[in-house]
Every structure is written in C-alpha cells, then in structure tokens.
C-alpha cells in the first residue's frame, strides 16, 4: 500500500510498554511494583467527604497546598518542590527543560527503560554506560563530560541502591550539566538525596507517591530541586498542560504525606517481606541481588527465567520478565502482602521440583 502525504507526518515511535494490568480479580499480582497494601486511611476520609460538586472548578494551577506539605514533610521551601501527575511525568517534563545539549545525556544499560523513549520522543542524544557484571554503576564512566545525567537510585530494575559518597561522587564531577536523581524507590531504601539540592544547584531529585504511598492509580509525584531549577520545570508544565494534578489528587497526595505514621508502618512492613522472600528465594538456590527497593531482582542457576515467568502465570502469579540484553535470564518479583508472597513461594518450590 503507498504511503498517503499526511501519513508521512506521523510519529514514528516505540512507545514504553508497561507491566500487564490484567483485568480479572483472582490473581496475585507481583508484576509492577505497586503497593500490596491500601493508602493511607486519611486518604480514604478524604475520598469520602469530597463534594463532587468540586470538579466543576479548575484545580489549583500550581498545586500550591500539595507542594507544601510535601515541603513541610521533607523540611525544604515550598519553591524547592515541583508536583506531577506520576514521576513519569514529573521526569518526562524535566528532560524537556534540562536535557537541551547537543551532547548526549547519559545513563545504565541496565535501568529504567523509560529513559530511552523519552529521548527518542524529545529528540535528546543519548549514550549508555554498562553497568558491571554485579549490576553495580560504575561512578568513574559519569566523570565524562555530557549532555545531563539520568540515574534511578535504588536502580531499576536490579534493586541496588548507591549510598550518600557515590552521589556526591557523581555530583562533583558533573558540575557543568544537569544530574537527575530519580528516587521512585528511595523509601525502601537507605538514602535520599533530597538533603543535596542547598548544596549542588544542579542536582533535580524525583520521587513518587506510587510505590511507598500505595497511590500508584492516583498518579502523584514530586521533584525537588532549588527554586531556579523548579521555575523552569513549571514553565515546561505550563506550556502543554496547566494542570497535570486534579483536585482529588492534591487532596489526597496531601492526606498521604500527612500519615507519617502510616507510611511507616506499610513501608517497614514491606521491607519486613522483601527480607522473608529473598532469604527463602536464596534457600531454593536462587541468585537474588540485595534489594534497596519494594521487588527482587533474581535468577536461577539452573531453571529459564522465561519457565518460570510462565509457570507461574499458570499459578495466577504475575511477575515481571524483561527480554532484554544481560537481564534475559532475570526475574524481577514485586513484594506483595505476607500471604501473597507465601503463594508465590510454594509455586515456586513447586515448579523446582
Ligand atoms: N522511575 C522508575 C525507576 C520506575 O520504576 C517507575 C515506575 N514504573 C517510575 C519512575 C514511574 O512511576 P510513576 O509514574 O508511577 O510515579
């Protein structure tokens, strides 16, 4: 068939394919890294009392009462917080506003894979370091002059998370480019850079409500940053949508970041799991990769990642398989409630033996 004029304008573009969301009920579903448990209950009261009669008004244009609590929550100013409809969304407008070099940005092999459709979309130069065969980063590649620097930390999806030295490494020998933090899973992890942004006036960290705040289906998340680097982000988001949060959104992010306690009790309550299963996975002769984040990231000496991956669809458990290069025989497996981990555990040792 020949190509019509008009069809020649088109995008031509591989889009980010997502973890599957399948839509019937009796699954257990280990496959994207969402939260097993429910949001806060403060959450719940606000959904409860919100007066639908609210949505005829637009939102508030900057999120102005989200970006403060959260500022209040991480003892930063509120000109230091950016909020956004999902971290894809919050990164998505940050590479439009900081990655304009001609030289390529830079990030792992083995990350977010994300990152690259992103590019491909904005038409920024890209170039990847390989991270070693532990799947650690190696800081020494970044030392390179370019265009702006992506690293998720903990990374994804190895589950390793870097301490407060490498980024400081990073950050001192990346003075003359934007450096992104991206932070989706620091909760479960050790360290959040977060305290930098005073410091290195080139450093943007993100973060999201979806995975330790069991909001993933509201779509919030946030970037801190000092107030210059914010005001460019926030001219981005007003030039294609003055209002990527709803009112709901904000008044839910708000109730979340509030329940400190809450937030503390789901997150250590995951930790608690992730540490179960990966002592458990180790036992079955599994290689798992010390996690910083809310999922493992494993192999199996002697068993296909892929039959396993199938075997366990057959089980009604979802986990995520990446058909991709030196991650091909890997399973990454997100940490669900303590009963849906124990399912998945004796599938597992049902499908060894
Ligand atoms: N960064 C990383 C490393 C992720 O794994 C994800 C989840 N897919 C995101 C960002 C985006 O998450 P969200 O848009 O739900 O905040």
Redesign the pocket.
């Known amino acids: 068939m020949s190509e019509t004029p008009w069809q020649k304008n088109l995008i031509n573009i591989e889009p980010y394919v ?1 973890g599957e969301q399948p839509e019937f009920d009796d699954i257990i579903k280990l496959n994207a ?1 969402e939260n097993p448990y429910p949001p806060s209950p403060e959450v719940r009261k606000v959904l409860d009392h919100f007066s639908y009669g609210d949505l005829k008004k637009y939102p508030s244009i900057d999120a102005s009462p989200l970006r403060e609590a959260i500022a209040e929550y991480y003892g930063v100013k509120k000109e230091n917080v950016f909020t956004g409809n ?4 919050v ?1 998505a407008t940050a590479f439009r506003a900081f990655f304009n070099s001609d030289l390529p940005i830079v990030y792992p092999d083995v990350t ?1 894979s ?1 990152y690259p459709v992103w590019c491909e979309l904005l038409k920024i130069p890209s170039k990847t370091y390989a991270v070693d065969e532990d799947f650690r980063i190696n800081v020494k590649d970044y030392y390179e002059p370019n265009g702006g620097v992506v690293i ?1 930390n903990p990374n ?1 999806p190895t589950s390793i998370g870097e301490g407060r030295d490498f980024i400081v490494d990073l950050l001192e020998h990346n003075r003359d480019c934007i450096v992104i933090i ?1 932070e ?2 620091a909760d479960f992890g050790k360290y959040s850079a977060v305290e930098l942004i005073d410091k290195y006036d080139n450093l943007v960290v993100t973060q ?1 409500f ?1 995975k330790s705040r069991s909001m ?1 289906g509201m ?1 919030v ?1 946030c970037a801190f940053a000092s107030p210059y680097l914010i005001s460019y982000m926030d001219a981005v988001k007003d030039s294609y949508n003055s209002y990527p949060m709803d009112s709901i959104a904000i008044r839910t992010g708000i109730a979340s970041i509030n329940d400190k306690e809450y937030f503390e009790q789901t997150v250590n309550k995951v930790i608690a799991t992730r540490e179960r299963v990966s002592k458990a996975l180790k036992e079955f002769n599994f290689k798992v990769l010390e996690s910083s984040t809310n999922f493992l990231f494993a192999t199996h000496p002697e068993h296909d990642a892929t039959e396993i991956f199938e075997y366990l669809k057959t089980r009604k458990i979802f986990i995520r398989y990446f058909n991709k290069p030196r991650i091909e025989q890997y399973l990454r497996i997100t940490i669900g409630t303590d009963e849906e981990m124990d399912a998945f555990l004796s599938a597992i040792e049902n499908f060894l033996s």
């Open positions: 997502a890294n999902g971290s894809d969304d990164l977010y994300f998720p994804a991206d989706a899973y999201t979806s993933a779509r998340a």
